[in-house]
């Protein structure tokens, strides 16, 4: 009796906005770390999941060592020497004290190369993360997801047919 007056006193107050919830979103949870010098500034480049495959979405985080305030910066990646993406460095949405990128895929295996171009306080300068390894797309080949993934609507088709059929009314 007591835990369901506190739950629903709690679910109450949730409602009427008396209470905060306690995560709106997860936080990014960083699996591994490379470190690179950009000019006079040392980086941490963060990944929530490693190793890096083609198509999967994952967090990265631009930490420098004494923080992003005063700073800013531009982040260009290359997949092998061909410019994919160039773009200002801008706060992760969930991680705010650093920069970084949210829920961000790279389309293709292969060797990529992350460029930084930062300029704050000390100067400007510039780093790569060169030769990180893009493994395989997980998951079976996207045309045998693609074809099993219309068997449900070739189904409804098929349904549609046969309740048409057996439903018209034949004019003689």
Do not use: C
């Not at 999941?49 to 910066?73: C, H, N, R, Y």
């Not at 190369?113 to 893009?134: S, Y």
């Not at 609507?153 to 057996?166: K, N, P, Q, S």
Request: no cysteine.
């Amino acid at each position: 009796m007591r835990k369901t007056l506190l739950s629903l006193l709690g679910t109450a107050a949730l409602l009427f906005g008396l209470a905060a919830p306690a995560l709106a979103f997860e936080p990014v949870n960083v699996v591994h770390t490379e470190k690179v010098q950009a000019g006079p500034y040392d980086l941490t480049i963060g990944f929530s999941t490693w190793p890096v495959k083609a198509m999967q979405s994952l967090d990265f985080t631009f930490a420098p060592e004494d923080g992003i305030d005063g700073k800013k910066g531009t982040l260009t990646v290359l997949h092998e020497g061909v410019t994919e993406d160039d773009d200002p460095l801008a706060r992760h949405p969930r991680k705010r004290e650093v920069w970084g990128l949210d829920i961000y895929a790279l389309p293709e295996p292969g060797t990529w190369t992350m460029r930084f171009d930062v300029d704050g306080p000390a100067g400007a300068g510039t780093g790569e993360l060169k030769n990180l390894q893009v493994m395989e797309q997980p998951g079976p080949p996207m045309g045998l997801s693609w074809a099993v993934s219309t068997i449900p609507l070739f189904g409804l088709i098929a349904l549609i047919v046969i309740a048409w059929r057996r439903t018209r009314t034949v004019v003689a």
